[in-house]
């Protein structure tokens, strides 16, 4: 099992920055990909970008490169979202998330990954 705890999150206005953490506890190297996902109400649960443990290699949805960085912490198990240059439309709930099976690429399906952490809530103000 691997626990996955989010941390950051909360109220900025267009044009600000925030930064989502995801501490991973427990069997964490039998993951391969960290990714965080957002879902607004009413809509289905997309990634945002994701993380290779091993070489670091990443992955960004088109609507948020150049403005989201995605970075691991090895020695500490964390993930992080540096989120700049907020949108009203980037408005959601954002879940870290942990992919047990070793791929090539990314997975970019929620239905893929294997843990989830409880949810960070982030809203921007027009």
């Known amino acids: 099992q691997v626990q996955l705890v989010e941390s950051g999150g909360g109220l900025v206005q267009a044009g600000g920055s925030l930064r989502l953490s995801c501490a991973a506890a427990g069997h964490t190297g039998s993951t391969y990909t960290m990714g965080w996902f957002r879902q607004a109400p009413g809509k289905e649960r997309d990634i945002v970008a994701a993380?290779?443990?091993?070489?670091?290699?990443?992955y960004y949805t088109d609507s948020v490169k150049g403005r989201f960085t995605i970075s691991r912490d090895i020695m500490q198990n964390t993930i992080n979202l540096q989120m700049n240059n907020l949108q009203p439309e980037d408005t959601a709930t954002y879940y870290c998330?942990?992919?047990?099976?070793?791929?090539?690429?990314?997975?970019?399906?929620?239905?893929?990954?294997?843990?989830w952490g409880q949810g960070s809530q982030v809203t921007v103000s027009a």
């Open positions: 993380i290779k443990w091993g070489d670091g290699r990443t």
């Open positions: 998330a942990a992919d047990r099976m070793w791929r090539i690429g990314f997975a970019t399906q929620s239905a893929v990954y294997d843990y």
